[in-house]
């Protein structure tokens, strides 16, 4: 009876020693499992950030392209402008230029016609005497 106890006690004791053992074995495991997980997760997570700042700098780069044709499109309308404004001066002159022809010439005709009429006036005068 006591060799039974004590061989029962023995394997008890190993078994528990076993017990002990295997239990590490599980958490470093475990551990050892986290640590992948966590791992993973990291690199996940720095993908994911890699990623974002790559949208984000894409949108950047368009927004800046965009800012960049307008600014373009503005600028080509004001150079459109000036042109517009420098033509309209010009048209303005020579509009004036063609007035003041067109004056000019009625002063002319003006001019002699009356020229015309002393004329005539005169050749009457002659007439009559």
């Given at each position: 009876?006591?060799?039974m ?8 004791r190993?078994?528990?020693?076993r017990?002990?053992w ?18 993973m ?9 890699m990623m ?7 949108m ?9 044709m307008?600014m ?5 309308m ?7 404004m420098?033509m309209?001066?010009v048209m303005?002159?020579?509009?004036m ?6 004056l000019?010439?009625?002063m ?14 005169m050749?009457m005068m002659?007439?009559?005497?």
């Open positions: 009876m006591m060799m106890m004590m061989v029962m006690m023995m394997m008890m190993r078994r528990r020693r017990r002990r295997s239990r590490m074995l599980l958490l470093l495991l475990l551990l050892l499992s986290m640590m992948k997980m966590m791992m997760m990291m690199m996940m997570m720095m993908m994911m950030m974002m700042m790559m949208m984000m700098m894409m950047m780069m368009m927004m800046m392209m965009l800012m960049m307008m373009m499109i503005i600028m080509m004001m150079m459109m402008m000036m042109m517009m420098m309209m001066v303005m002159m020579m509009m230029m063609m007035m003041m022809m067109m000019m010439m009625m002319m005709m003006m001019m002699m016609m009356m020229m015309m009429m002393m004329m005539m006036m050749m002659m007439m009559m005497i």
